[in-house]
């Protein structure tokens, strides 16, 4: 170990132990798989935290020899055992692409795409392409670099093949072998009940694909391929944000792939559910129509439906009455 943090030192890393870790080091042979915390401190005297993985509610994951943009996690990860609490202070040659690194992770805890803005060039040449990342505090910190602290908890180490990679961190080809494993997953989850973990199952997979129909020219073979494996899956999804009573953004993603597929009856079918569940009762009447007209087998379900908006609209009516009585007679 002692051989490990002078090589730090020799490279321009400083690592101060806060807590020592169990176990032996491990070996951290690539495709191995370290979940840590970490906190990014600015290497000055009012110490401002830029980032902080708790305050996102989920650590970070980086799997040994994905070629992370910033290797320098690498290096001083290998350096840990399992439990173990450290800080790393870093010179500014391992540090100049943190600004790109901090976008993508706070895109990852926002839920959006880590690789949304960027395109296939270098860290570099995307750091002078790019007037703004979009946070004001990374903007500066891209336009003055300066030594950054890591304050880095390790709470498990990997081996290969022991875990599932996050779908971001996969390569096109594990994407590609992921997706139907990671949608029956969903559909297992969904039949137990558990909406809310099949959501999340789904939401997984079309990442995935969406990652993939990125480097797409949209409208080509390879494009609309990729986009009709997404749309089942999108309708997987809707169906379990009807059940969680988030209506307006089935709304959104039935009409987006309205906007594409005009005969898809099973979006018509959802989208009219969500209408009729928001009080959009020509809307949801116009959908179901559609549904009727492209499959009129469904005939006998859409009736139940248009039944029960019905049943709901007369009694939502008689309630606005007793209380617009209620308010006239004061």
């Not at 990852?108 to 803005?117: R, S, T, V």
């Not at 099949?198 to 390879?222: R, T």
Request: glycine share 6%.
């Amino acid at each position: 170990m002692a051989d490990l943090v002078e090589q730090l030192r020799s490279d321009g890393i400083e690592k101060r132990l806060v807590q020592e870790g169990e176990g032996p080091l491990a070996d951290f042979r690539d495709g191995t798989k370290a979940t840590f915390h970490y906190r990014t401190i600015l290497c000055s005297p009012e110490q401002r935290v830029l980032d902080d993985s708790r305050s996102c509610g989920k650590p970070m994951e980086l799997i040994i020899g994905k070629k992370f943009k910033l290797p320098v996690w690498e290096t001083v990860l290998r350096t840990m055992r399992e439990g173990e609490l450290a800080e790393f202070l870093c010179d500014t040659k391992h540090v100049v692409l943190y600004p790109l690194v901090s976008k993508s992770l706070r895109n990852i805890a926002a839920g959006k795409d880590p690789l949304e803005g960027q395109r296939h060039c270098c860290g570099i040449a995307q750091m002078h392409e790019h007037h703004s990342l979009g946070y004001p505090d990374m903007d500066e910190l891209q336009q003055n670099p300066q030594p950054l602290v890591f304050a880095i908890e390790m709470l498990k180490v990997e081996a290969p093949g022991s875990y599932r990679q996050d779908p971001w961190a996969m390569t096109d080809e594990e994407k590609m072998q992921a997706v139907p494993l990671i949608h029956q997953e969903g559909n297992q989850l969904y039949k137990q009940g558990k909406v809310h973990e099949a959501a999340a199952k789904y939401y997984d997979a079309i990442a995935c694909l969406k990652n993939l129909q990125m480097k797409e020219q949209p409208g080509s073979p390879d494009w609309i391929q990729l986009d009709l494996k997404i749309t089942p899956l999108l309708l997987n999804y809707c169906q379990c944000k009807l059940l969680s009573e988030e209506y307006y953004e089935v709304l959104d993603h039935c009409s987006s792939i309205l906007n594409k597929y005009e005969d898809n009856v099973k979006a018509y079918f959802k989208r009219g559910k969500a209408h009729a569940a928001v009080w959009n009762a020509a809307e949801a009447q116009a959908d179901f129509a559609k549904v009727v007209q492209l499959d009129p087998s469904l005939g006998p379900v859409v009736a139940r439906e248009l039944h029960s908006l019905e049943t709901r609209l007369r009694q939502k009516d008689n309630e606005d009455k007793v209380r617009f009585k209620g308010i006239f007679s004061q």
